[in-house]
């Protein structure tokens, strides 16, 4: 079946209409259990006082989200509007030295915030991993830079790094975290990049433009090394047309989208209800249902945020970050489930890729697969819920291999092509939804906890059978249909299909073309065409 295969207009009308029903019936249940709920003892230490007039509490159990948009969003402004400051300075007066101002603006930024020793403790990595790029030996280079990460993992290699931060900064754990695994991570793509080059190798202080700049050190999106040294150092820095109305319209977005936020936390308790068992076996299915979805939904609204905010900083710069994930309302696929893309980008080259070829095998998938969610077990920190998430998302992940080689075989292959393409994509709509559930419930493992993640599947596939199951894959069926609708549009606008040929002349339109009498023609425009 092609992607630009269509269905009925009335039909998809028809699928957009349940979908709308079904997404604000579930909201009504959410907000019925978020109100009746709003003064359990549970929920004393995330639902706090909000807009008083209104008489509505919100919903702060997100560290990370009030860390960015409340507590500390003036230290983080100030931060952010200090770096666009200073480039706007340096690349109008020496254009060629912006890297450079870069890298001295979050030096200088890293060292107020956490002190000289964090900093140093910082430089001995990235000499440490210099060191073994020069080496150019891949393997080497990449067993070095996990062995590092791992001692940000697990004792007492912890506590003894975690004595280099300084003061009594409330933020300093999370960014002595974020600043040291990007960190990592970002020396391994050098040197990995410098085993790659071939005449010569990279300058250290290469590497520490690249580490050093601010709007990526602490939270990322990581950017491969390859992609930042040509774009941070290319000298045209003369912009296309409409892209400062384009960034400032993003901008714009995002701060629409801080506010949608805030504004659903005040009714919608959808991170801290998941938290309370006792409260969720009493709740409706379609508040089960509603909650684990609307649950991944927001996790990719606050990366496509926060990484948003980072990315129009970093766009000012003339950079070409990575772009947000892909929503959980616009994927069917384990192939294209990632909730940070730069993250996704680097395992995809350096491992993924790297091991898979063309992932036509199915060994060399399980072993691709295998190797990249063995990266990201340590890069998340090895746990119950993240071993848990792996395996199954791994599983997934060469499930999907394993079924499309099998549904490519005889006699279904030639099943396919003689069905219509339309009655094709209602048939894969249906192995796409059961699809979709497997995400949802193997990704609110991470996100949530098991518990919730066993309790929604209790309730979706034994307690609520048949008909709580038949309807929720019903709607969730729709919204694979509309999904597939975008999808085949946007094919539409990348691929167009070619015009049809010009209808053949008639008989009579042929015999009567030359009696008609030729315009006249000027013969220096005869001689010119």
Same mark, same amino acid.
């Given at each position: 079946?092609?992607?630009?295969? +269509?269905?009925?207009?009335?039909?998809?009308?028809?699928?957009?209409?349940?979908?709308? /029903?079904?997404?604000?019936?579930?909201?009504?249940?959410?907000?019925?259990?978020?109100?009746?709920?709003?003064?359990?003892?549970?929920?004393? @230490?995330?639902?706090?006082?909000?807009?008083?007039?209104?008489?509505?509490?919100?919903?702060?159990?997100?560290?990370?989200?009030?860390?960015?948009?409340?507590?500390?969003?003036?230290?983080?402004?100030?931060?952010?509007?200090?770096?666009?400051?200073?480039?706007?300075?340096?690349?109008?007066?020496?254009?060629?030295?912006?890297?450079?101002?870069?890298?001295?603006?979050?030096?200088?930024?890293?060292?107020?915030?956490?002190?000289?020793?964090?900093?140093?403790?910082?430089?001995?990595?990235?000499?440490?991993?210099?060191?073994?790029?020069?080496?150019?030996?891949?393997?080497?280079?990449?067993? @070095?830079?996990?062995?590092? /990460?791992?001692?940000?993992?697990?004792?007492?290699?912890? =506590? !003894?790094?975690?004595?280099?931060?300084?003061?009594?900064?409330?933020?300093?754990?999370?960014?002595?975290?974020?600043?040291?695994?990007?960190?990592?991570?970002?020396?391994? =793509?050098?040197?990995?990049?410098?085993?790659?080059?071939?005449?010569?190798?990279?300058?250290?202080?290469?590497?520490?433009?690249?580490?050093?700049?601010?709007?990526? *050190?602490?939270?990322?999106?990581?950017? @491969?090394?390859? $992609?930042?040294?040509?774009?941070?150092?290319?000298?045209?820095?003369?912009?296309?047309?409409?892209?400062?109305?384009?960034?400032?319209?993003?901008?714009?977005?995002?701060?629409?989208?801080?506010?949608?936020?805030?504004?659903?936390?005040?009714?919608?308790?959808?991170?801290?209800?998941?938290?309370?068992?006792?409260?969720?076996?009493?709740?409706?299915?379609?508040?089960?249902?509603?909650?684990?979805?609307?649950?991944?939904?927001?996790?990719?609204? $606050?990366?496509?945020?926060?990484?948003?905010?980072?990315?129009?900083?970093?766009?000012?710069?003339?950079?070409?970050?990575?772009?947000?994930? $892909?929503?959980?309302?616009?994927?069917?696929?384990?192939?294209?489930?990632?909730?940070?893309?730069?993250?996704?980008? !680097?395992?995809?080259?350096?491992?993924?890729?790297?091991?898979?070829? $063309?992932?036509?095998?199915?060994?060399?998938?399980?072993?691709?697969?295998?190797?990249?969610?063995?990266?990201?077990?340590?890069?998340?920190?090895?746990?119950?819920?993240?071993?848990?998430?792996?395996?199954?998302?791994? *599983?997934?992940?060469?499930?999907?291999?394993?079924?499309?080689?099998?549904? &490519?075989?005889?006699?279904?292959?030639?099943?396919?092509?003689?069905?219509?393409?339309?009655? &094709?994509?209602?048939?894969?709509?249906?192995?796409? @939804?059961?699809?979709?559930?497997?995400?949802?419930?193997?990704?609110?493992?991470?996100?949530?906890?098991?518990?919730?993640?066993?309790?929604?599947?209790?309730?979706?596939?034994?307690?609520?059978?048949?008909?709580?199951?038949?309807?929720?894959?019903?709607?969730?069926?729709?919204?694979?249909?509309?999904?597939?609708?975008?999808?085949?549009?946007?094919?539409?606008?990348?691929?167009?299909?070619?015009?049809?040929?010009?209808?053949?002349? =008639? +008989?009579?339109?042929?015999?009567?073309?030359?009696?008609?009498?030729?315009?006249?023609?000027?013969?220096?425009?005869?001689?010119?065409?």
């Amino acid at each position: 079946m092609g992607i630009k295969a +269509a269905l009925p207009k009335y039909e998809i009308y028809f699928y957009n209409t349940v979908l709308c /029903l079904a997404m604000f019936w579930a909201s009504s249940w959410i907000f019925d259990l978020s109100s009746s709920s709003a003064n359990r003892k549970t929920f004393k @230490t995330s639902v706090k006082p909000g807009w008083y007039y209104f008489g509505r509490k919100m919903d702060t159990a997100d560290f990370e989200w009030m860390m960015w948009f409340s507590t500390f969003r003036a230290h983080i402004l100030f931060a952010l509007s200090g770096h666009v400051l200073f480039a706007k300075m340096c690349s109008m007066l020496a254009p060629q030295y912006r890297s450079l101002v870069y890298m001295v603006y979050g030096l200088l930024a890293v060292w107020t915030s956490m002190g000289w020793t964090y900093v140093t403790l910082i430089l001995s990595h990235c000499i440490l991993l210099y060191s073994i790029s020069l080496v150019k030996v891949r393997w080497l280079c990449f067993v @070095t830079g996990l062995c590092t /990460l791992a001692t940000f993992k697990c004792e007492p290699f912890v =506590s !003894w790094q975690t004595g280099f931060v300084e003061g009594d900064f409330e933020l300093r754990h999370v960014l002595f975290y974020g600043g040291c695994g990007f960190t990592i991570m970002r020396c391994m =793509s050098f040197a990995l990049e410098n085993c790659e080059r071939k005449d010569g190798n990279y300058n250290i202080l290469e590497l520490l433009k690249y580490n050093f700049y601010l709007p990526f *050190f602490y939270f990322g999106p990581i950017m @491969t090394f390859d $992609k930042f040294h040509i774009q941070a150092n290319k000298s045209d820095l003369t912009r296309k047309e409409r892209e400062m109305w384009n960034i400032s319209l993003q901008g714009l977005i995002h701060l629409g989208a801080i506010i949608v936020v805030d504004v659903l936390f005040h009714f919608l308790y959808i991170l801290t209800i998941p938290t309370d068992l006792r409260l969720l076996k009493h709740a409706s299915d379609w508040a089960l249902v509603g909650l684990a979805y609307f649950n991944l939904v927001y996790d990719w609204v $606050k990366a496509a945020v926060m990484f948003g905010v980072i990315n129009t900083v970093s766009r000012l710069d003339h950079l070409d970050p990575p772009k947000p994930p $892909k929503c959980i309302t616009m994927l069917y696929v384990f192939a294209e489930t990632h909730f940070d893309r730069g993250i996704n980008e !680097w395992l995809c080259k350096y491992v993924y890729d790297y091991l898979g070829g $063309k992932h036509e095998n199915v060994v060399q998938e399980l072993v691709a697969t295998l190797c990249t969610f063995g990266v990201t077990i340590l890069w998340l920190g090895p746990c119950e819920a993240v071993l848990v998430w792996a395996f199954f998302n791994c *599983f997934g992940l060469n499930f999907e291999l394993w079924t499309a080689k099998f549904f &490519s075989m005889e006699p279904f292959a030639s099943f396919e092509m003689a069905m219509p393409e339309a009655t &094709s994509r209602r048939i894969r709509a249906v192995f796409n @939804t059961l699809n979709f559930w497997t995400i949802v419930l193997y990704n609110i493992l991470a996100l949530n906890s098991l518990d919730f993640a066993k309790l929604v599947a209790k309730r979706l596939l034994l307690k609520g059978f048949p008909i709580t199951t038949i309807i929720v894959m019903f709607v969730t069926y729709c919204l694979i249909q509309v999904i597939k609708e975008s999808e085949r549009k946007q094919a539409l606008i990348d691929d167009p299909d070619p015009l049809p040929p010009a209808p053949p002349q =008639s +008989a009579a339109t042929a015999a009567a073309a030359p009696t008609a009498a030729p315009p006249a023609v000027d013969p220096s425009k005869e001689k010119a065409e």
